[in-house]
C-alpha cells in the first residue's frame, strides 16, 4: 500500500546532474509492529533492509529527513563497486530502495522523533505515529559540519566538498583549499596532493589541533602551504568553485585565492539525538559496537553505518556494516525465537 512518493530532499545543495526520480514508498497503515525496524535510509540502512527483506523479516524503514542519505548530495560517485563508469549518488540509492522494496521493505518517509530501548518491543515514535519491532538497527548516519556561508551551500558538489577521499580524484591538476586544524583536515590535505598540484591549509587559529606527527608531514610535503589565522568569508563562483575569499583573523584583512575545490573538514555530528542518550557514544558522540559485530549494548539492538564509524566514511563500508547489521540481528531473532 502506497503511503506518499519517495521524497528526494536535497536540502540546501544541487547535485550537477539531474537524478532520476525514485520509486514510491509504501507502508502497511495497519501494522506498526515488524520484527526488525531500520532507522536511516543511507547504504547501511538501505542494505541492511535488502538483507532482512530477503531473509522474510519484512522489515520497516524510517527513512528519515534525508531519504537516500548523504549520497544524495553528490553527482558522481565513482567508487562504488559495479558501476565502471561511475553512478550519480541520487541515481545508486534509488536502485537501492528499489532493490530494497522489491523483497518487501515497508519504507516510511519520517524521522524517528524518539524512542524506548529499555524493553522490548522496541518503539519508536514518528509524526505522531507509534512503530514497534522486536530488533532494531540504527543507521541514522552522520552530517559533516559545515561553515555555513551561503555561497558553500549552493556551490556544494560544484567544489565544495566535505570528503576527499570520494572527491579528491575530481581535482587533478587544481589548486584545491582545505578548511580545518584537526588531524581530518591534515589528513585531507596530505591525500589531496596526490591529486592537486597545490593544497591550501587554511587554520582559523595559530596553531593546529591535530597530532604531532600528522602535523609535521603535512609542514614537510612541499605541494602544502599553511595559512594561520584565515577564515574563509565566502566561496566565489557562478556555476563552479573559482576563488575564496579569505579574512585575516587578527587583522581583519581580506584577500582572494583562486582555488577549484574547498574541503570542509571541520567534523561530522553523528545523528544519535534521537536515542535520548540510550545507547554509549565515545569522545566524539559516534555510537559504540561490540567489537567484531554491529551489537550494541543493548540486546536486539544493532548499529551500522557513519554513525559509528568515523574511520572509514564511505558507501561500500556503511553498506557493509548494513549487512552485518540485518545478519547479526536475523541470527538473534531466530536465537531468541521472536
Ligand atoms: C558530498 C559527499 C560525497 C560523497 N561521495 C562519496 C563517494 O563518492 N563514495 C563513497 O563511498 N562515499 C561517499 N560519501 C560518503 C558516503 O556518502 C557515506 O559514507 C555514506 O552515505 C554513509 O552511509 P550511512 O548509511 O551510514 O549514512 P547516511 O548516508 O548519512 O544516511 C543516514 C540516514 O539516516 C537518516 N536519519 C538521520 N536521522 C534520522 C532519524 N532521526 N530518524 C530516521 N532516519 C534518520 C537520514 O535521513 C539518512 O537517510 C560522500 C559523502 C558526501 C557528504
Known amino acids: 500500500m502506497t503511503e506518499k512518493g519517495f521524497t528526494i530532499d536535497f ?3 544541487e547535485p550537477t546532474t539531474t537524478p532520476v526520480a525514485a520509486p514510491a514508498a509504501n507502508v502497511a497503515a495497519t501494522t506498526s509492529h ?11 540502512g538501505l542494505t541492511a ?12 524503514l524510517l527513512a528519515g529527513y534525508e531519504p537516500g542519505g548523504q549520497l544524495m548530495l553528490t553527482s558522481e560517485v565513482e567508487n562504488f563497486p559495479g558501476f565502471p563508469e561511475g553512478i550519480n549518488g541520487p541515481d545508486l540509492m534509488a536502485k537501492m530502495i528499489t532493490q530494497a522494496e522489491r523483497f518487501g521493505t515497508v ?82 590535505a596530505l591525500f589531496l596532493t596526490r591529486f592537486a ?7 582559523r587559529r595559530d596553531t593546529f589541533r591535530g597530532s604531532k ?36 583573523t587578527v587583522s581583519g584583512a581580506t584577500e582572494q585565492l583562486a582555488v577549484g575545490g574547498l574541503f570542509v573538514a571541520i567534523g561530522h555530528k553523528p545523528n544519535t539525538e534521537l536515542l535520548g542518550g540510550a545507547l554509549p557514544v565515545d569522545a566524539a558522540g559516534y555510537l559504540q559496537v561490540k567489537e567484531h559485530s554491529s551489537a550494541s549494548a543493548i540486546d536486539g539492538v544493532f548499529i551500522a553505518g557513519d554513525v559509528h564509524d568515523h574511520r572509514y566514511r564511505q558507501a561500500v563500508t556503511a553498506a557493509g556494516d548494513g549487512c552485518r547489521a540485518a545478519l547479526d540481528a536475523e541470527r538473534w531473532l531466530a536465537e531468541h525465537a521472536v
Request: proline content about 2%; some cysteine; glycine content about 10%.
Open 11 to 13: 536540502g540546501s545543495s
Open 34 to 44: 515488524s520484527k526488525l525496524m531500520i532507522f536511516g535510509s543511507g547504504p547501511a
Open 49 to 60: 533492509a535488502i538483507y532482512a527483506a530477503r531473509a522474510q523479516l519484512a522489515p520497516t
Open 107 to 188: 519504507i516510511v518517509n519520517q524521522d524517528v522523533e524518539r524512542v524506548d530501548l529499555s524493553k522490548r518491543p522496541f518503539r519508536a515514535w514518528s509524526a505522531g505515529r507509534e512503530f514497534t519491532a522486536d530488533a532494531v538497527v540504527i543507521a541514522t548516519g552522520a552530517s559533516a559540519i559545515w561553515l555555513g556561508l551561503e555561497s558553500e551551500t549552493r556551490l556544494r558538489g560544484r567544489g565544495v566538498s566535505s570528503c576527499a577521499t570520494c572527491d579528491g580524484f575530481f581535482f587533478k591538476g587544481e589548486e584545491v583549499a582545505v578548511v580545518g586544524g584537526g588531524d581530518t583536515a591534515l589528513e585531507e
Open 197 to 203: 598540484t597545490k593544497v591550501h591549509l587554511l587554520v
Open 213 to 248: 606527527i600528522m602535523v609535521a608531514r603535512a609542514q614537510a610535503h612541499e605541494k602544502i602551504e599553511i595559512h594561520f589565522n584565515r577564515e574563509v568569508v565566502e566561496v566565489i563562483g557562478e556555476k563552479k568553485t573559482e576563488a575564496l575569499k579569505l579574512k585575516d
